[in-house]
């Protein structure tokens, strides 16, 4: 499939991607409030171009403590930052970001980063069943294509089928197993994302929280909370498609554009048919060792 690059989007997240490779132009909804990333130093990060960046603070792991302020963060992709909310990254001492996008997404979005602060691709996607480009191919097919790929449950099968891979595929898994030693290892907060920061970079986030005690109630809440960061950005999207006669009924989109616990559910499950504990899992699947987790406690809790 050839992918236009006639025009790009103004937005972010997987509404962005839908739009960039699809020739029309649509009209930013007026911003809802964006999440604020609190740092140790007391600099607050307000990054309007993406909408779903948070710190992973504040977040109950048993036994009184806390993820700290400051110390990881995750996001949605970091391609239209301005040089204001680039040095907002420096000034809160983020020494690295992780990126999970494709070669494509990258190619096609690349981060605006302060060239201070490294970058690392850790890309995790399927080369034989593109996430990426397999909406794109929904939105060029027209209403007609979009019902045979998502209609009568298809897209959210797809979504559930999508988590389960994230685990059991060993690819995917290496480069999660990855990210965690980056974040372990690194000299400071490290930053992490994808497209939409909802999907690989929810799992990320499920993992890590996991890994350092949080039960699943608050895993889950940080996870949902990425409907809220993106919802205006969504609605727009996906009113621009309709306007534009590319999209004849958004809710088949809803799957992609959303999160849902069934999609997080799908990915625990997962760890547990195939690994039989997360313990498990975090030693055997993705290779980290009690050190690693060790590490990871004592900086960001």
Request: aromatic residues 8%.
């Amino acid at each position: 499939m050839t992918i236009s690059r006639a025009v790009r989007g103004t937005l972010t997240g997987v509404a962005a991607a839908l739009i960039a490779i699809t020739p029309v132009a649509v009209t930013p909804a007026v911003a809802a409030p964006v999440p604020v990333l609190q740092t140790p130093k007391g600099v607050s990060l307000n990054l309007a171009t993406a909408p779903n960046a948070r710190d992973l603070s504040g977040i109950p792991l048993g036994g009184g403590a806390k993820t700290k302020v400051g110390s990881v963060y995750r996001s949605d992709a970091l391609n239209k930052l301005s040089a204001g909310e680039q040095q907002q990254l420096v000034s809160a001492g983020i020494a690295e970001i992780i990126d999970f996008r494709s070669p494509i997404e990258r190619s096609q979005n690349p981060d605006k980063l302060p060239a201070s602060i490294p970058a690392k691709s850790l890309p995790v996607y399927d080369p034989n069943n593109d996430f990426y480009l397999f909406f794109a191919k929904a939105v060029q097919g027209g209403p007609e294509v979009q019902q045979q790929l998502l209609g009568d449950g298809k897209g959210r099968q797809y979504m559930i089928d999508y988590y389960k891979w994230l685990v059991t595929d060993a690819t995917s898994r290496g480069q999660f197993s990855a990210a965690l030693k980056e974040i372990a290892n690194a000299n400071g907060p490290v930053l992490f994302h994808c497209t939409a920061g909802k999907d690989r970079t929810g799992w990320m986030s499920a993992i890590l929280l996991t890994a350092l005690g949080a039960n699943k109630g608050q895993v889950y809440n940080d996870y949902l909370d990425s409907n809220d960061n993106l919802a205006a950005a969504n609605k727009a999207t996906l009113d621009g498609l309709v306007h534009a006669g590319l999209v004849t009924d958004p809710s088949l989109f809803e799957p992609v554009l959303g999160v849902d616990r069934a999609f997080l559910d799908s990915a625990f499950d997962a760890v547990q048919a195939n690994f039989g504990s997360f313990d498990n899992f975090l030693s055997q699947g993705l290779g980290i060792d009690a050190a690693t987790v060790a590490t990871l406690k004592s900086k960001l809790a």
